[in-house]
C-alpha cells in the first residue's frame, strides 16, 4: 500500500522560512510526479507545487513562484518543499500527492487535485507574529 507522510509544518513568523518534507513508503518517488497542495480554511485545495520524475521539470503556482523550491532527495526517498519569505496568506494544511501508477505517472500532466490518486495526511503550516 502506498503511504506518504508530510512533515515539518508549523508556526511560523512572516518573511520565515520552513522546509516540508514527504516521505513514501509502498513505491520510489523517483519515479512518480509528486505534488504539493494546500488548503485554508474555506477554500479550495489549490496546487502549490510540482516535481517530474521524467525530465526533473518543476513547476509553481504564480503565488509562489520565486519564494517556494521542490525537490528531491532520492537516497531518501523524499520530495521537499523549502517555503521562504512566508506571508499571510501561505497557511493552511499542505498535502503532497502522487499520480496513479500508469501512463504520464511521471509527469506534471496538470495541478487538479482530481488529477492525483495518493494522498498524505497533510501538515499544518501557520504564519503569524
Known amino acids: 500500500q502506498v503511504q506518504l507522510v508530510e512533515s515539518g509544518g508549523g508556526l511560523v513568523q512572516p518573511g520565515g522560512s520552513l522546509g516540508l518534507s514527504c516521505a513514501a513508503s509502498g513505491l520510489s518517488l523517483d519515479h512518480y510526479a509528486v505534488g504539493w497542495f494546500r488548503q485554508a480554511p474555506g477554500k479550495e485545495r489549490e496546487g502549490i507545487s510540482c516535481i517530474s520524475a521524467f525530465d526533473g521539470s518543476t513547476y509553481y503556482a504564480d503565488s509562489v513562484k520565486g519564494r517556494f523550491t521542490i525537490s528531491r532527495d532520492n537516497a531518501k526517498n523524499t520530495v521537499n518543499l523549502q517555503m521562504n519569505s512566508l506571508k499571510p496568506e501561505d497557511p493552511g494544511v499542505y498535502y503532497c500527492?502522487?499520480?496513479?501508477?500508469?501512463?504520464?505517472?511521471?509527469?506534471?500532466?496538470?495541478?487538479?487535485?482530481?488529477?492525483?490518486?495518493?494522498w498524505g495526511q497533510g501538515t499544518q503550516v501557520t504564519v503569524s507574529s
Open positions: 500527492a502522487t499520480p496513479p501508477p500508469g501512463y504520464l505517472s511521471d509527469s506534471c500532466v496538470d495541478f487538479r487535485p482530481e488529477s492525483f490518486g495518493s
